[in-house]
């Protein structure tokens, strides 16, 4: 049964969470992520499941390694210099394939740089993060009914791949609040066979990242490689009016979601532009617009950082198409005046 | 003809990668025999650190998780707060512990959690090969300390076992050796009493062995297990630092 509720972005990443069969959270205090952790440290216990306020960002994501090598679905969340912090941890998943959810509220750096929104972690979220040759599925979601829900999916695409899923959201989609559609959908549940239980009536299960044996390691990056391969037909994205469009706005997570505005008041102006939003980061849409730029041969890339996603949108589209940028710092939130009239030039550029 | 010693199930029948002399295998031992005397071989989850131990789980017979350098003790949290009825220890040396595991080790035993830690101190890094860790004592030549550890520089050698017993939620700390028989037997029973404190839900047991790196110390493994005996005992002093079972008071 489906309830609608105004929440609070971080509230609504809690709720999924909840929803999706979470049982386990461990994190620490950083803003502008807070209400993640206030939300849980309630609801975890009452719905039977374990709420850790860890001693720093490093054992929380280590607590998670722990719970989620059991096989439970268990959660972290944090912002920018909070993530840096849980690399590590983040690496050991990819290397030890256990599953997790990370969530980034992401806020400007770099350093403690401030609390204001920013999508300046791009290259961190959509790179693996920490060390080795590893790669996230990173969703990135643009309200705060998406940030419930790209929740639960961000569980079952954990499970599904047997590691860790980014949830990349700001400030601005931590903070803000609408209505919220609560689904409560059963949660998905996945065969674990390779969880740690005991070795009870069967061999013992090991977990572990160190490959030391001639060849080991190189067999093991593979099997990964492969993987990330696999993954990549969870691409997802979101398209508005690129049927016509003379030019295609490539942004995501609360740009895409100002810039929808700025494409409205185009297009009441005359121009023909439209909207790419990739959902998923990771694997990015390359094939969706590649295939566009067969037809379009003007792109924008706009982002709340100096220049990140752009280059994704140029590797996909170099060949055939002009990629045009528009990158604002974080600080401050761009309006959509400032938006469209960053395209209107643009437009006016290529026309 | 009546056996009256075998090696313990929990422990595989290998050769382990262990340096001659190493008090590594001996420790796993007395860690195996007790799984197998509470038998704990199915319901136990064992939380590796990196250090020469990384590969315990070549050795010891039950379910394995690798951890990060340190992480141990959050990794094991982890662990036993989602199989709360299961046994879960780590195995930890001091450049883990006691280094970049400091943090990790001191919350989780003032948390109380219901672990087991199994801290080897042999004063040095081993795997990394030598260089000089906390515990290394003054005046000890390490690759790093070229010409002796001096206190001025690179501080005191620091003492897990009474910090950790210092901790409410520790329910037993205890530092033992196992450079000779009686030692030994004196390790088994407090490697016993560091598992009560979890099974009995008290809290978390620490135990610290003092241990011998004959390749690192440079020395052959008499003379190392005499350096355990001469130098570090009378440092690190051995004895139980606090207990908080019925029986505690007698110690």
Known sequence: MSKKILAQGNEAIARGALAAGCRYYFGYPITPQNEVPEYL???????????????????????????????ARVMTSSSSPGISLKQEGISYLAGSEIPGVIVNMCRSGPGLGGIGPSQGDYYQATRGGGHGDYRTIVLAPHSVQ?????????????????????????????????????????????????????????????????YLADGELVDHNWNLYKKFQRMQKEV????????????????????????????????????????????????????????????????????????????????????????????????SIPTPNELYEEIRKEYKRIS | MKQV??????????????????HHGIIHRLVADAIDQYGLQEKTIAVASVGCSVLLYDYFDVDTLESPHGRAAAVATGVKRSMP??????????????????????????????????????????????QMAPTTMIGQTTTTSPGGREPLKAGYPIKMA??????????????VSVHDAKHLMTAKKTIRKAFDAQLERRGLGFVELL????????????????????????YFPLGVYKDTSAKGDEQ
């Open chain 2, 85 to 130: 009825d299961h046994f879960v220890f780590t195995y930890q040396g001091d450049g883990d512990l006691a280094a970049i595991g400091t943090a990790e080790i001191m919350h989780a035993a003032n948390r109380g959690e219901f672990l087991t830690v199994i801290f080897v101190n042999n004063t040095v890094f081993g795997m990394t090969g030598g």
């Open chain 1, 236 to 331: 997802r994205y979101e398209t508005l009016l690129v049927d016509d469009a003379k030019l295609v706005v490539v942004a995501f997570g609360s740009v895409a979601r100002i810039v929808k505005t700025s494409i409205a008041m185009a297009r009441k102006n005359g121009m023909k532009v439209g909207l790419v939003r990739p959902i998923t980061l990771y694997p990015f849409p390359t094939a969706y617009l590649q295939e566009l730029a067969q037809r379009i041969g003007h792109f924008m890339a706009m982002e709340m950082c100096t220049g990140q996603m752009v280059d994704d949108v140029k590797l996909a589209v170099m060949k055939t198409a002009e990629v045009g940028f528009y990158g604002r710092p974080p600080g």
């Open chain 2, 211 to 234: 241990s011998s790196c004959p390749t690192n110390w440079k020395m052959t493994s008499q003379e190392a297990n005499k350096r355990v005996k001469e130098e570090l005992v009378p």
């Open chain 2, 162 to 175: 009474e910090i950790i017993a210092n901790l409410e939620g520790t329910a037993y700390s205890a530092r």
């Open chain 2, 5 to 22: 010693f075998a090696r313990p199930k929990s422990l595989k029948d290998v050769p382990t990668h262990y340096c001659p002399g190493c």
């Open chain 1, 41 to 71: 440290s309630k609801h975890l216990p009452e719905a039977g499941g374990v709420f850790i306020q860890a001693e720093s960002e490093v054992a929380s994501i280590n607590m998670l390694l722990g719970a989620a090598a059991t096989g």
């Open chain 1, 146 to 210: 998406e940030n419930y829900d790209f929740t639960i999916l961000a569980f079952d695409l954990a499970d599904k791949y047997r590691n860790p899923v980014i949830v990349f959201g700001d400030a601005i989609l931590g903070q803000m609040k609408e209505p919220v559609e609560l689904k409560n959908p059963r949660p998905k549940t996945f065969k674990k066979d390779w969880a740690l239980t005991g070795a009870k009536g069967r061999p013992q299960r090991i977990l572990k990242s160190l």
